[in-house]
Every structure is written in C-alpha cells, then in structure tokens.
C-alpha cells in the first residue's frame, strides 16, 4: 500500500542536498474490508449504516466502519454497565493495574503496526506518530497502571468511588493517543467505558480493540462504538451513562455542556485553542525558530495546543521573520509514511476546506502571505506551510482557531503589551515563551490565562503533568493526579 506521490520538494535542493526517499513499509498493517463494533468484548454487527474511513494523502478508501446507532450505543452501554457491576468495581486497584501495564506492553511490541496504521488513516508524519503518539499513548497506560493500587495515597483522607459507565468521545487528531488519554485514568479509577475515535480516524481504536481482546480484559470494561455526530449525541445524551469526557471542538463542546447541566453530570470538555507563542527579544533565536516550527507545524498544525499566534518582539520582528521563512523553505511537505517528512497530509477535505477558507479571510482582510516553494502532490488533501503577517487583532485568523499549518504573526514592543495581546481570546489552554529572563518568564506565567504554559520549549508532554484549558478552551484536567480525579467521585471524607 505504498504511497507514490510524495513530491514535496524543498530548497534543501538548492544546496544540492537530496534526500533520498525511505518510505516506511505497510506490510506490518492488516486493514480489514470492514470492521464491527466493539461491544461486550466482541466485534458485533451494527443495526444498520456503514461509513468509508480514507487515506487521506491518496483519498483512497482504507475500510469500512459501522456507523453506531442509538441502539447500538445503547447496546454498548448496558455492556459496560454490567462489566462494572460484575468485574471491574470487584476488582483490586493491583489487578485493574495489571490490565492496564498489559495494555502498554501490547502498544510497545505492536508499536511499528500501530504507527503505520495512524498515519494511513490520519495522513500525519510517520515519524511523529512513531516517536510521539505511540510512546505517549503507551506511557499513559504505564503511568496509569501505577495509580491503579495507589488512589488511597493520590487522595487521602478522602473517600472515593468510580462514577460507573463513561462516555467518551475524541477527535481526529491524536486518535490514538486521545483515546489513550481517556482510556487509562478512567480504567485505573474504576469505571467502565463506552469509547467513540473520530470518524476520520477510527482505524486505531478498532486496532486498539484487538489488544484489548488480547489481554484478556474482562467482557464490557471498553466498549467502542464508531460513527459521527449523531453516534456522540447518543453517548452524550444515554440516561445510563454516569460521566462524560469530551474531547474535540468548542462548539460541539458547549452543546454536550448544556446537555450534561441538564443531569448534573460530572463532565470534563477539552476543546480548542489559539495559543499565543511570545518571543521577546533576548531570546535565544535558532532554537525560538525551532520551538516556533514545532509550535505550529507539528502534526499539521492539528493540534489543540498549537503555538498559532506567533508574537514577536518588534525589535526583532523583521530578522525573526526572515529567518523563520528561510526555515520554512526548508520543511518537506509529502507522503506521511516518508520517514523524511515533516508536514503530512490535512485530515479531511472538510478541515483543508476550513484553512483555505480562514486563510482567505485573512488575506482580505490585510494579512500579507508567505508560503514556501515546495510543490504538493496532486492527490489527497494537502497545505503548504503558511505565515501571515500584517495580522490585526480584529481579523479573523487571529481570533479563530485555524487548526492547520498556518502561523499568524503580530508584533509588540513591551511584557505589558505582549501579555495583553497573549491573553486578547475567548481560549486559553496553552502558550509559549523565549526569553533568557528568568524574571520574565515568572512574571509571564503568572499572567497568562492558559492552562499549560511552555518556557523556551514547546510541546513538551508527560502524562504526569496535568493538560487542559481555561475559558473556551474547556475544563477540567487529563493527566497527573488532577486526570484521575476526574474519574471519582467523592462519597466521604473531606
Ligand atoms: P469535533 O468537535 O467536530 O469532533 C470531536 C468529536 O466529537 C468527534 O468524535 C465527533 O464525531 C464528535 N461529535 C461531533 N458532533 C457531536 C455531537 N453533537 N455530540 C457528540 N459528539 C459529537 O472536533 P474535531 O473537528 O474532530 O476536532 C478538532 C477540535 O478538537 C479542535 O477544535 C481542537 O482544538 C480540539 N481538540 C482539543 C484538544 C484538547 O485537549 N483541548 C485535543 C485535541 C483536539
């Protein structure tokens, strides 16, 4: 199933430096014609609909997936229902642990097939889907394998329990690791799970369903149900279902807030971003460059926490810029399962859509446009690395989330002013800043209204370490101590 049309070129030609291609091999991967639901331990038919998932660098059909009526969620969470009552809430917090350091073990042998399949389905770099989503997604079950015999100690003095049966729901962009991210800490506390991926990127959670069969997970502990919307809103809105994590768009995630108000639901809403990514002027300049090209780039600029708002100290501005672009010339864009590549393929012609148009926007309203020489291939979604600049707080792209390779970039000449326009956004879930001021860099993070905050780093992820926004980038915790209380609800104690 290899791809032939990476010709992403770059200026790295210039120089007279050619890579040669080396595209990862897919022969480890076993896509299936079509695939069932995961319910009650089991692939099971769907009462009805079906649905293509592609390759999204070829638009190529990979399989196809069942597409979960409210029967089917249904289904799933009276399964789920009674695992917990049967099985899980039974169990050791040891025993539940040693469930979930299976689960990572399994991830690690099955790494390779595992990234493979994740760039197949999603279009991202296949060395970002090896080197960060599969380590990640299997740290998270490690790190949480260890909580699992250890709440009384995470929380003492308190008395808790787990919810019951969660809802889950996560997008397209992480499909792996945000499952992974929703699935450990829920497990470990306890609870029981009906789980649903994307519709873009179902392929890992389905592949995710085997190694759970594999380990010998008691019958109904996860249970996932593919589909789109109307699938989520059954979750969301099942009178069973006792928590809910989201995972996704602000606009999804204030309908499935008014919904779970309604019933006093415990809930947690990861959402959007549009992170401010400040450079003052006694940065240090090559590795700010770096730091801004994973801030924005990494994954497409898919990313909820993505450095988008570049702000610049005006002293600066003009060098930083010019050499950022010079860095830029030198991204290779193409086939994601090329171990070269740096920027794959957009998720879906509806996201390349959503850029375009944004980017237009801007355009016309006064940004000026940098993007880069290289060429894309002429099948499957694709975006060149791009800057504006000329940017006003008033346009569009420095308000919206553009969720895609596309920097836009704003000057300042004071902390007081860069602090201002950092925190000018309805969203507030993560932000960067260079500076070789110690000093400053306090004054900073004290400041900024994001739930995580980088200092001369970017990216930077550990599932110790607590993820998640203010304002309208949601709220709530996933990972860390403040992840898994989440997962439990507080019956006594103080
Ligand atoms: P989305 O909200 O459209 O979809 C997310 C998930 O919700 C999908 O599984 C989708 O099928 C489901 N869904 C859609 N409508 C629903 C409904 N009415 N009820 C229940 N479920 C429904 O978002 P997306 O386009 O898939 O993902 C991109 C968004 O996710 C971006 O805004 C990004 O910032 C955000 N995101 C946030 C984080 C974070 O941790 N804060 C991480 C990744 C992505």
Redesign the pocket.
């Known amino acids: 199933m290899g791809n032939s049309n990476s010709k992403g070129g770059s200026a790295l030609e210039d120089f007279g430096i050619e890579y040669a291609s080396a595209i990862e091999s897919t022969s480890l991967v076993n896509i299936k014609d079509n695939y069932g639901l995961f319910i009650d331990g089991d692939f099971v038919d769907s009462s009805g609909k079906s649905f293509e998932t592609l390759d999204p660098s070829t638009e190529k059909p990979l399989s196809v997936v069942s597409e979960a009526s409210s029967e089917d969620v249904d289904r799933a969470v009276q399964a789920a229902r009674v695992s917990y009552e049967k099985y899980w809430r039974k169990m050791t917090g040891a025993d539940r642990g040693r469930y979930l350091f299976r689960i990572a073990r399994h991830l690690q042998e099955r790494a390779r097939e595992f990234a493979v399949l994740e760039t197949l389905d999603g279009g991202k770099p296949i060395k970002e889907s090896r080197d960060v989503d599969l380590p990640l997604a299997a740290a998270h079950f490690f790190y949480h394998a260890g909580w699992a015999d250890k709440l009384e100690y995470a929380f003492p003095q308190r008395e808790l329990e787990p919810h019951g049966v969660v809802g889950q729901?996560?997008?397209?962009?992480?499909p792996l690791l945000?499952a992974a991210?929703k699935l450990a800490p829920a497990l470990a506390c306890g609870n029981t799970v009906v789980l649903?991926?994307?519709?873009?990127t179902p392929l890992t959670a389905l592949l995710l369903a085997e190694v759970i069969r594999d380990v010998d997970l008691p019958p109904g502990v996860i249970n996932i149900v593919t589909?789109?919307?109307?699938?989520?809103?059954a979750?969301?809105e099942h009178p069973e279902v006792n928590k809910l994590a989201?995972?996704?768009?602000?606009?999804?995630?204030k309908?499935?807030q008014r919904s779970a108000v309604k019933r006093n639901l415990p809930l947690t809403?990861?959402?959007?971003?549009k992170a401010p990514h400040v450079i003052f002027e006694d940065a240090a300049l090559d590795q700010a460059i770096e730091g801004v090209i994973n801030g924005i780039f990494f994954n497409q600029g898919?990313?909820?926490?993505a450095g988008s708002r570049l702000l610049v100290q005006e002293s600066i501005a003009e060098n930083f810029i010019d050499r950022l672009q010079k860095r830029i010339e030198l991204l290779r864009v193409g086939n994601p399962l090329d171990k070269n590549t740096d920027i794959g393929a957009i998720n879906s012609k509806a996201?390349l859509e959503r850029i375009d148009l944004l980017v237009k926007a801007g355009i016309e309203e006064g940004a000026e446009v940098f993007k880069p020489s290289c060429s894309l291939p002429e099948k499957g979604y694709w975006y060149p690395p791009t800057v504006l600049t000329g940017v006003q707080q008033s346009h569009r792209v420095a308000r919206e989330?553009i969720?895609g390779p596309v920097l836009v970039v704003q000057t300042f000449r004071t902390p007081e002013e860069a602090l201002e326009k950092a925190n000018n956004t309805p969203y507030g879930?993560s932000a960067g800043i260079w500076t070789e001021k110690g000093s400053l860099i306090h004054w900073m993070a004290e400041r900024l209204r994001a739930g995580v905050i980088w200092a001369n780093t970017f990216n930077k992820f550990d599932p110790a370490s607590p993820?998640?926004?203010y304002k309208e980038?949601?709220f709530g915790r996933?990972g860390g101590m403040h992840g898994l209380g989440a997962y439990l609800k507080n019956t006594g104690g103080r």
């Open positions: 729901i996560i997008p397209w962009n992480f945000m991210w649903k991926p994307a519709e873009t589909g789109a919307g109307e699938t989520g809103s979750i969301v989201f995972t996704g768009s602000t606009e999804v995630g309908l499935i809403l990861e959402l959007g971003g898919h990313v909820c926490c996201q989330e969720f879930l993820f998640g926004g980038s949601g996933e």
